[in-house]
Structures are given as C-alpha cells and as structure tokens.
C-alpha cells in the first residue's frame, strides 16, 4: 500500500515570506499522481496543485509550486508570497492511474504570522 | 454551479441511532467519492461510485455504512447502529471521469456520537 509521509505537524511563517511544506510518499506504481489540497477551518478540501509522475516539468498554480523530486519521492509544496489567508491545514495526497482511490497524509498545519 | 453540497453540516446523535447524509455533486460530475476524517488525520476513502454503480468499498466500510446514488445525481451514507467511534467529519467530493487533477470536495458533514 502507498504511504504518504507530511513531516511537519506545524509551521510558523511570517507573512510575506515563502513557505516550503514537505511531502514524501513510498510507491512501486509506475504512474501516479501526487495532490495538495488546502483545508481551512471550514472544513472543505480545497484542491491547489497537481504533478503527474511522468510530467517533465513540476507544476505551478499561481503562488503555488510543486518541487517534485521523483528519484528522491519527494512532492514538497512551495508557497510564495506568503498571506495571512493561506493559514489552514494541508494534506498532500497520491493516486495511482488507474485506481480512483486518493491515499492523504497526515497534514501540515500552517500559521502565517503577520 | 455552486460546488459540491452536503447536508447536513453538523449532526449530533445518540449512540445507536441511525443517521442518513445527503452529498450533491457538480451536475456534470459523474463520480462521486466518500471519504472519512477523524480529528488529526487526513481523509480516507470510504467508496465511490461512477453514476449509479458503486464500484469499489473501503474495508472501514462496515456492515453497519450503506450508500447509495439511486439515479446517478446525489448520493446518500447512511450509518445504522453508530458507535463513538463513528464520530468524524464525512466528505464528500466528485470529478469527471478521465480527469487526472483533483477532485472537488464539499465542506462535509460532522458527526458527533454521544
């Protein structure tokens, strides 16, 4: 079974600043695709950026960057620019082709101090 | 479209009771996903369904959780008999199949057993 490991329970980050969430995953598929989702204290999972494993390039959605190190399994969340609305919850996830099934880590609460 | 709805956003009930939630997915969506999230933890899948038909069941899926997608639109999870362990928020999210990015989440339903 895939494992998706989020090494950081939580983080302090002064607004403005960039912020680098880790996330590592353990896998034998040969195409999955890795997920960060944000969950503020509504409750919604909110989807932010997607990597395919076979995409040559890593995502980037705005302030959101995906540094995705496939050799090392490593999907860490790059977030630029920090502002005091990115404080919330974030999960990394991962899904094989082929299965529907997203498998979530166990998150990273952020705090941007201002 | 507003999204993915649930309903309710919050339900209390007493040990043993049985509860019913309601999910409506994007219109166009034609899967739709349960997922469970007890305090600390990221979400895990529960089922999915690609429209009326319930393809795949998570083992957490006890005997006790039924759900269902009568004509491919909404969706229901019924917990009969709940336990205190049944406690936990109950997400809901649905994609179009073939797509490879993140799914869309409600802001999911929070059971407490008392």
């Known amino acids: 079974a895939q494992k998706i490991t989020q090494t950081q329970p939580g983080m302090f980050v002064q607004e403005k600043e960039a912020v680098t969430l880790d996330c590592t995953y353990d896998?034998?598929?040969?195409?999955?695709?890795l997920f960060w989702y944000k969950q503020p204290s509504s409750g919604e999972m909110i989807f932010l950026i997607y990597?395919?494993?076979?995409?040559?390039q890593n995502a980037t959605e705005g302030r959101y960057s995906l540094n995705f190190q496939k050799a090392r399994k490593s999907a860490n969340l790059v977030i630029s620019a920090s502002q005091l609305g990115d404080s919330a919850m974030y999960f990394c996830?991962?899904?094989?082709?082929?299965?529907?099934?997203?498998?979530f880590g166990t998150g990273t609460r952020l705090t941007i101090i201002p | 479209d507003t999204g993915v709805s649930q309903d309710p956003r919050h339900k209390i009930t007493k040990r043993g009771q049985n509860v019913t939630f309601r999910c409506d997915p994007i219109?166009?969506?034609?899967?739709l996903y349960w997922y469970r999230q007890t305090l600390g933890q990221g979400p895990e899948f529960l089922t999915y369904?690609?429209?009326?038909?319930?393809?795949?069941k998570s083992r957490l899926l006890s005997d006790r959780f039924s759900a269902e997608r009568p004509k491919g639109s909404f969706s229901t999870l019924e917990i009969q008999r709940t336990e205190q362990g049944d406690s936990a928020m109950y997400l809901c999210?649905?994609?179009?199949?073939?797509?490879?990015?993140?799914?869309?989440f409600g802001s999911g339903t929070r059971l407490t057993v008392v």
């Open positions: 996830a991962y899904r094989s082709f082929g299965n529907e099934k997203l498998t």
């Open positions: 369904f690609q429209n009326e038909a319930q393809l795949e």
């Open positions: 219109s166009e969506h034609n899967r």
């Open positions: 999210a649905s994609s179009f199949a073939g797509q490879n990015y993140g799914y869309t």
């Open positions: 896998t034998s598929d040969p195409s999955y695709g």
């Open positions: 990597q395919g494993s076979y995409d040559q």
